[in-house]
């Protein structure tokens, strides 16, 4: 029991480290240029040579102060990762979003257009006469392909992460006739813990990214307050970074909740006596498996 509580402490103190403190003190870094450079001397490494060496030598000799400087920058570290993290819940939140109403239905007009055109140009696609069927099928899911990078169901939110997760909701109602919004808490009560695991994973990815936009967020306000351009450039590399491994885990946390569905919604069904076909979960066994779900609401 002791060796376990030691490992286990050595993992939760290399976490808060790498989590916390290290982002935090890249920060509190930057924080220090910004308030030693200014905007008026961004990149005068000269001076910020001799402001370094003035408050190294003031520190010499005292290692009272030496001490309280590095508990204050330790927990300057990590009040700014909490600050990240508290950040990341409102940045998913944007990548989600559904209005304002005045900002998100001109977007969502807007992805909607370019995604009924791209499914008209799929769904209309014909053979040509010295196309071969080969041919004609690439061509086909060249077309899906260009359809599904804006959205893989009929977009109903302004961004593209909003429109992955609605259309997991799409897509498994469409072919199952199950309410995903209802289903899933007893879906996940089925499954096996490695498909907990993958989607855990998936979940925690998105957070991680969010989290990255975050400390974006942050060094964006350091620019704002101390003036000091290069922060805006930083903050604005470690939003798009963040955005980027957002998408990237919200394509894969889609895919894995879809994938579940279909792997699982079967034992879904035995667990609540629905009867199918084949071992197959139909659209009537799916409306009577959100009967069930609903409770007439």
Not at 28 to 55: K, M, N
Not at 238 to 262: F, K, N, P, S, Y
Request: glycine share 10%; charged share 20%; hydrophobic share 50%.
């Amino acid at each position: 029991m002791t060796g376990f509580l030691s490992s286990l402490g050595q993992k939760l103190a290399e976490r808060w480290l790498a989590v916390l403190v290290l982002p935090g003190a890249l920060f509190e870094g930057v924080l220090w240029l910004a308030a030693v450079l200014g905007h008026r001397r961004p990149w005068d490494l000269p001076f910020l040579a001799d402001r370094a060496g003035a408050q190294t030598r003031a520190l010499d000799g005292k290692p009272v102060a030496q001490a309280l400087l590095l508990v204050a920058l330790l927990l300057g570290a990590f009040g700014a990762g909490l600050g990240a993290n508290a950040l990341a819940g409102p940045v998913v939140r944007c990548w989600f979003m559904r209005g304002p109403r005045w900002l998100a239905r001109p977007l969502v007009e807007r992805r909607r257009q370019r995604w009924d055109a791209a499914h008209r140009d799929f769904d209309t696609a014909t053979a040509g006469r010295n196309e071969s069927a080969a041919d004609f099928q690439r061509r086909r899911g060249e077309l899906a392909a260009r359809r599904n990078a804006i959205a893989l169901a009929r977009p109903f939110r302004p961004t593209w992460m909003g429109d992955q997760m609605d259309a997991v909701v799409t897509r498994v109602h469409n072919r199952y006739g199950i309410d995903l919004d209802a289903a899933w808490p007893r879906l996940w009560l089925v499954v096996p813990d490695h498909v907990r695991t993958a989607i855990g994973d998936a979940r925690a990815a998105l957070s991680g990214a969010a989290t990255t936009a975050a400390w974006g967020v942050l060094y964006l306000g350091t620019a704002a307050i101390t003036l000091w351009w290069p922060a805006a450039l930083i903050g604005a590399v470690t939003i798009a970074v963040g955005h980027r491994r957002g998408r990237a885990a919200t394509g894969t946390l889609a895919q894995v909740c879809e994938a579940t569905v279909d792997l699982y919604g079967a034992e879904l069904a035995k667990a609540l006596n629905v009867p199918l076909a084949d071992g197959q979960v139909t659209r009537p066994a799916g409306f009577t498996i959100t009967e069930l779900l609903r409770k007439g609401a």
